[in-house]
């Protein structure tokens, strides 16, 4: 679940519990000396708490019954907190998981401090040509795989149907169109069109793929948040809360987002898979049916949405890698990707899942498999999930009418360039 890219920058000093250790306790190791797998492998999910936890933690419980010998110690780690929190722990050799529910971006960052152990011809991979492309292509580098990709997810807008009745109005398939859609929305019900997370960059990235632009061009080794593009995203982000289509905030953005979408304050919002659960427990969705689900409005240059998602990663210093690699393949195999589909519309990162029982009939994950196939990568180097913290910060002051689109962007552009030595 996806609750704050940017807000890890915010968490490197946060200490790291002595409960959650993991793969550097001496008690933990395992054998399988027998042919049998033992010992512990402490588990760091990151799904959110109160609906997806519940799911992958009884997932994490059924693996202990394959595997008797085996526990499962399961750690739920706020989103916002976990990239820092095992960085923190990798590098001090003290409390760091066997295995950590990685977000896509993380993944080249830890390989390339070494925190991760590759996984290629271990027990961790299995029937790898099942897997999207797409998916697989963010647990790769240098050469090496150092995770397996456990769900994929991209963005869309999500809108109240009793809201948009009401109003007499249809889904806006355009930037234009959203402002004459919130505008008759306002109008007709007094209700707010959208509700704009302004806490949290992964939220702009539609815009600016939207324009046509990238926060970088990796093959070019060129910063491109300043160019053009950067700045026109940047642009109608702002005219969105300036002209009362949009409603945002500059901090805790999910709960004020999700609150207002369920309770009927807002009639859409921007989000993805990960917040389908949550959205369904509020009180104006009772009904299942009221929830529609869009692609996000074009820009000028034509629909863009993030590729995101997560994979599962063996932390290096691990004393019980056999389980973690055999903990690793469960969770990930189709069986559980089926199982997590099922109950929380999550998208699966293998192929044949798609055509089961009860997930090929599932309309969200119907809606969001093309829109992953279309979704927009990002690089996949080390920096990546570093470029959120500097944006953020001027995405949020452009938002709030602290600076302007352009002197963000430049801004934003300057930090990059200080974190990419030497890239143009």
């Known amino acids: 679940m996806r609750r704050g890219i940017a807000a890890t920058a915010l968490v490197a000093a946060l200490a790291v519990s002595a409960t959650a250790c993991g793969g550097d306790d001496g008690g933990n190791g395992g054998s399988k000396g027998s042919g049998e797998l033992s010992g512990t492998v402490t588990w760091w999910d990151t799904s959110s708490v109160g609906s997806e936890d519940k799911v992958f933690k009884k997932l994490a419980q059924d693996f202990t019954k394959l595997h008797p010998k085996v526990k499962v110690n399961y750690v739920n780690v706020p989103f916002g907190e976990a990239q820092n929190k095992f960085k923190n722990a990798a590098q001090s050799g003290s409390g760091a998981p066997d295995v950590i529910r990685s977000e896509v971006a993380w993944t080249p960052e830890f390989a390339d401090l070494g925190y991760l152990a590759p996984l290629d011809g271990t027990a961790a991979l299995k029937n790898e040509d099942d897997f999207l492309k797409q998916a697989a292509a963010s647990t790769q580098y240098d050469g090496k795989t150092y995770a397996v990709p456990q769900v994929i997810d991209s963005m869309g807008i999500f809108y109240n149907k009793k809201i948009f009745k009401e109003a007499g109005v249809e889904v806006p398939k355009t930037i234009d169109e959203l402002k004459t859609v919130s505008a008759t929305i306002k109008d007709k019900t007094g209700k707010t069109g959208l509700y ?229």
């Open 196 to 424: 704009l997370r302004g806490d949290d960059a992964y939220w702009f990235l539609s815009f600016l793929y939207g324009e046509g632009g990238d926060l970088v061009d990796a093959k070019e080794k060129k910063v491109t948040i300043d160019g053009e593009a950067g700045v026109k995203a940047l642009e109608t982000v702002k005219d969105l809360v300036d002209s009362k289509t949009a409603i945002t905030d500059a901090t805790n953005g999910w709960d004020n987002m999700q609150a207002s979408f369920k309770d009927g304050k807002v009639a859409m919002m921007i989000n993805g898979p990960w917040a389908v659960a949550d959205t369904y427990a509020g009180a104006e969705f009772t009904d299942k049916a009221n929830l529609g689900i869009a692609p996000v409005p074009a820009g000028s240059a034509g629909q863009g949405a993030p590729q995101g998602g997560h994979n599962l990663a063996v932390y290096a210093g691990s004393k019980n890698l056999d389980a973690s690699y055999a903990f690793t393949e469960y969770m990930t195999s189709a069986e559980s990707q089926a199982k997590v589909a099922k109950e929380l519309s999550l998208l699966p990162t293998r192929n044949s899942v798609y055509s089961q029982p009860g997930v090929a009939s599932n309309e969200i994950i119907g809606f969001f498999r093309p829109v992953v196939d279309k979704a927009v990568e990002r690089p996949w180097i080390p920096e990546t999930g570093s470029l959120f913290a500097p944006l953020v910060t001027e995405y949020t002051k452009v938002l709030t009418g602290q600076t302007t689109p352009e002197k963000g962007a430049k801004a934003t552009a300057e930090e990059y360039r200080k974190l990419l030595k030497d890239w143009k």
